[in-house]
């Protein structure tokens, strides 16, 4: 099992490109998410999704637009990048129902994602 | 306006001592909650939770403590090992239906450093 995985492990962007994060789940988890980390502010929501075809806003989605159209991916998209969303991308994961009660999210390893 | 909030942004331990982190939160609908620690340049790790029906668990080295009247709660670790020097992240959910099923909302974190 791999996990959760994260494609680009960097990138540098100049203001006003595009681009694409993906995100890979192997584990059949039907939640998925998109956080980023900035310094000193925690991890916070941009967009989740709570299973396949379907997607919802979190805390900070201006700026970014999501897509799941298959169960493993949940793809995180900037139309036009500004300095602003530079920062470190966290994707993570989780089953619906866990058998064991508990409800932790499983994160992939981030993308670091420059804006200049 | 941030609901989890840890306000020590750092804590430096010697070997063998106790560690003992902390976090508030302010929504009383907040029922589960999780601590993360995270290692530079890698995602969030899972470390321990608690449901709010209880006001311990343990786990080994790490033990989370509950005061649902205070809205407060702690991870200690004993005996600390310099292993341990990470970023950690509270969390916490409320798991009614609704929008905002899985969310989880973060504090900014802890870095804990443990010296030989």
């Known amino acids: 099992n791999a996990g959760v995985t994260q494609t680009p492990k960097f990138r540098v962007l100049k203001t006003g490109q595009s681009m694409t994060l993906l995100c890979a789940q192997d584990?059949?988890?039907?939640?998925m998410y998109w956080y980023r980390q900035d310094p000193g502010m925690g991890l916070r929501l941009i967009h989740y999704?709570?299973?396949?075809?379907?997607?919802a806003k979190g805390e900070v989605p201006d700026g970014y637009n999501v897509s799941r159209l298959k169960k493993q991916n949940f793809l995180l998209g900037l139309e036009s990048a500004a300095p602003s969303q530079t920062s470190v991308y966290f994707c993570?994961?989780?089953?619906?129902?866990?058998?064991?009660?508990?409800?932790?999210?499983?994160f992939g390893p981030g993308t670091r994602l420059t804006v200049t | 306006d941030q609901q989890v909030k840890q306000n020590s942004p750092s804590l430096s331990v010697q070997e063998g001592r106790i560690s003992i982190l902390n976090c508030d939160y302010t929504?009383?609908?907040?029922?589960?909650f999780l601590w993360y620690k995270k290692y530079p340049a890698e995602g969030p790790t899972f470390l321990i939770s608690?449901?709010?029906?209880?006001d311990k668990n343990e786990d080994g080295r790490f033990t989370v403590f509950l005061n649902k009247s205070a809205k407060h709660l702690s991870l200690h670790i004993v005996p600390s090992q310099p292993g341990d020097s990470a970023v950690y992240f509270c969390?916490?959910?409320?798991?009614?239906?609704?929008?905002?099923?899985?969310?989880?909302?973060f504090g900014r974190g802890t870095q804990l450093t443990v010296w030989p």
């Open positions: 608690i449901s709010s029906i209880k």
């Open positions: 969390a916490a959910s409320a798991r009614v239906r609704g929008s905002t099923l899985g969310r989880l909302y």
């Open positions: 993570a994961s989780r089953r619906r129902v866990a058998p064991s009660g508990s409800y932790e999210q499983y």
């Open positions: 929504n009383s609908m907040f029922d589960y």
């Open positions: 584990m059949n988890h039907e939640y």
């Open positions: 999704s709570v299973g396949e075809g379907t997607t």
